[in-house]
């Protein structure tokens, strides 16, 4: 893409860019399907397993893109990883401006609460901008924060998701089952359970967390206190760039 396409994403705009579905990536951004495909993908906005139910606005393909150097980081923590025989698997990564206009909206219609039942039980929708489970701006937009967690290698497959079937509360043992270790909550639980140091998860989750956040801690990355999937790279290329170019196929 040319210099002058670049400067369009310069400091703190957020720019439409529809046009990048048929185009390259913006320079220094990479598809991790491509850069590190060993690292599994769940991408849950691209589907309708997630708080709102539904695909997210600019979600146009299930696929994790970061900037080559949070890619990097992350591809050298699943490297290290891979030799306990467990995989790093990612629900989120790069995230449109627009995508979080959609979330914001979402939020503020508390009027729709089709997944109340596994994602926010014991929180009021009302409350969702307070307690920093949503925002009308995501470091995601910057593309180099993730959301994931960790799978063994040997374990069992993800269970296939289905719209219809009950939504059982994403803090029970009997949650959804996708087949990762257990971290005391599922992912976009909004709860203060899924917060780092929360008491009363069990030991073996509590492991499972601290693991996960030494692991990334240790590759650059720096967690967010509110959810415990949640990592950014420290040393992020764009600190106040907030991309919006939609979510595409390679």
């Not at 600019?58 to 893109?65: D, K, L, V, W």
């Not at 923590?77 to 990612?90: D, F, K, M, Q």
């Not at 719209?163 to 996708?178: A, H, K, S, T």
Request: proline fraction near 6%; charge should be negative; glycine fraction near 6%.
């Amino acid at each position: 893409m040319h210099r002058k396409s670049i400067s369009l994403f310069l400091l703190s705009s957020i720019v439409s860019t529809s046009s990048f579905a048929n185009e390259a990536l913006p320079k220094d951004f990479v598809y991790l399907s491509q850069y590190a495909p060993e690292i599994a993908q769940d991408m849950r906005y691209a589907g309708a397993h997630n708080f709102a139910g539904r695909p997210i606005t600019g979600y146009q393909a299930p696929e994790c893109i970061l900037t080559q150097q949070a890619a990097a980081a992350l591809k050298a923590a699943a490297a290290e990883l891979a030799t306990e025989n467990l995989a790093i698997r990612v629900y989120d990564c790069y995230r449109p401006a627009q995508a979080v206009a959609d979330f914001a909206s979402w939020a503020r219609d508390i009027d729709d609460l089709a997944m109340q039942g596994e994602f926010y039980v014991r929180v009021a929708k009302s409350t969702l901008f307070d307690l920093g489970y949503i925002a009308e701006k995501s470091g995601h937009s910057r593309g180099s924060t993730v959301d994931l967690t960790i799978q063994s290698l040997d374990g069992a497959p993800s269970m296939p998701y289905t719209p219809e079937q009950p939504l059982v509360d994403c803090i029970l043992p009997e949650r959804f089952d996708d087949g990762v270790l257990d971290f005391g909550s599922g992912y976009d639980c909004f709860d203060e359970m899924s917060h780092h140091g929360a008491s009363g998860i069990s030991e073996l989750a509590t492991a499972n967390r601290d693991k996960l956040k030494t692991l990334l801690e240790r590759h650059g990355f720096k967690p967010y206190a509110e959810e415990w999937w949640h990592y950014t790279l420290a040393n992020e290329p764009f600190p106040d760039t907030y991309f919006d170019f939609p979510v595409t196929a390679p």
